[in-house]
């Protein structure tokens, strides 16, 4: 008899899942210390009432989404930094209930009142004039971001751990937790760290979609359920991020899905226009706000190499130079590493790192970032299998620390 819960019985936590969620942890402490020794600021107050606002109060002024205009842009952003304050905000009116009037949270307060210190939501305190009183406003704010940088990670170690086994998945991984620019754009209300969940997430699962278009069709549909998600996550965090990852997915699915590359176009369609309708969601089924994200220049991309090359010249960043450098000399000079699953990451990060936004703000540069530490984990782990193994073992844990080292030094220069 099949045990209902056998997938889970199936999930195992043993040493090298403990490693790797030892370095997930070790990334959300990194997050949560600078987080406490951060300040409220004009970018969080406006996530923090647009965010409550997409939540609790849509269409504030007749014409607009919210009081911050029609957001052409990163929608999903603000729903999640909205999110946990609108609960919290729930769960204070619900308590006030059991508190003296004079001791609640949440009081009525005059809209007239021009000394009150910020914009109303529903006739309440503003997220501004509650910032003494409800000290974890700040961590409420970064930790859905912070959460989403840690599911990146869990990805990523997914990924390469798939792909290259234990080693290459410990380098790919210990580089992203200590990456500062990651953790960087966890750290402030922004859609980066959710394009770039998106964007990987995206050609990785199409890649998936492809191996399993060439098994039973009953294994295609949950995988193309799954594509849909992650592509609508990438379309609401960035518009621009969805021709993006649907490009780059549908050329490694032409590439993978030998004999069925026929059905590919179709599935990439169905899985963009149901993207498509996950932002239409998003922005609460409001016509005009959704159709300002197409009227505006939200999608326009170009391309710069300056992005990148700060990037790579950051001093924070050193260690991951170093092992960029390194993998793409052994990926040139070897031939056993030039193959579809280091290929594929080196292609990704070239294309993501020359974009740049022209429209509104943006970082692609970023979602080149989980690719190319994809890469690298990938070149590092042929390496430890040639015969020069404990040489090339003692490089990686070399530049690995070098990165962990640069990473909590410049901690203190994050607030």
């Not at 193309?224 to 518009?239: C, D, E, K, R």
């Not at 309708?277 to 016509?287: D, R």
């Not at 001093?315 to 594929?344: D, K, Q």
Request: charged share 15%.
């Amino acid at each position: 008899m099949t045990h209902r819960f056998g997938v889970l019985r199936r999930f195992r936590f043993n040493l090298p899942q403990r490693i790797a969620a030892g370095l997930l942890a070790a990334f959300l402490l990194q997050g949560l210390w600078v987080t406490a020794h951060q300040t409220l600021t004009d970018r969080d107050y406006q996530y923090a009432r647009c965010g409550r606002e997409t939540w609790e109060r849509p269409s504030a002024l007749v014409g607009y989404y919210t009081t911050c205009g029609n957001i052409r842009d990163g929608i999903l952003a603000y729903r999640i930094a909205g999110l946990p304050l609108t609960l919290n905000f729930m769960g204070e009116r619900l308590l006030d209930h059991f508190r003296k009037p004079e001791d609640r949270v949440v009081q009525p307060s005059d809209s007239g009142n021009p000394s009150s210190g910020g914009a109303e939501v529903g006739g309440e305190l503003s997220t501004w004039e509650m910032r003494h009183q409800m000290t974890h406003i700040l961590l409420l704010l970064r930790l859905p971001f912070l959460l989403s940088g840690c599911a990146l990670g869990g990805c990523l170690w997914w990924v390469t751990r798939r792909l290259y086994g234990n080693l290459g998945g410990y380098v790919a991984l210990a580089l992203y937790c200590f990456c500062p620019a990651v953790l960087h754009a966890c750290l402030s209300p922004s859609p980066e760290v959710m394009a770039a969940l998106g964007v990987y997430g995206g050609v990785y699962t199409a890649i998936g979609v492809a191996h399993a278009m060439l098994g039973p069709r009953s294994k295609w549909r949950p995988r193309i359920i799954m594509l849909t998600v992650i592509f609508g996550i990438a379309a609401a965090s960035h518009i621009a991020a969805l021709p993006v990852t649907v490009l780059l997915g549908l050329t490694a699915m032409l590439w993978v899905a030998e004999g069925r590359r026929s059905l590919v176009l179709p599935v990439m369609v169905v899985a963009s226009a149901g993207a498509l309708i996950f932002v239409f969601v998003c922005y609460g089924f409001s016509p005009d706000a959704f159709s300002y994200v197409f009227r505006s220049a939200a999608g326009f991309l170009w391309f710069s190499l300056d992005p990148g090359l700060r990037f790579l010249k950051s001093l924070p960043e050193a260690g991951i130079t170093v092992a960029a450098a390194t993998a793409l000399g052994l990926y040139l000079a070897v031939r056993r590493s030039r193959y579809f699953g280091n290929t594929t990451p080196l292609l990704c990060s070239l294309v993501c790192v020359l974009l740049v936004m022209t429209g509104t703000a943006g970082s692609p540069w970023l979602w080149s970032l989980p690719f190319l530490f994809t890469f690298i984990g990938g070149v590092f782990a042929d390496a430890f299998e040639s015969p020069r193994r404990r040489m090339a073992m003692a490089s990686a844990g070399a530049i690995v620390l070098l990165q962990m080292a640069l990473s909590l030094t410049s901690l203190s220069g994050a607030f």
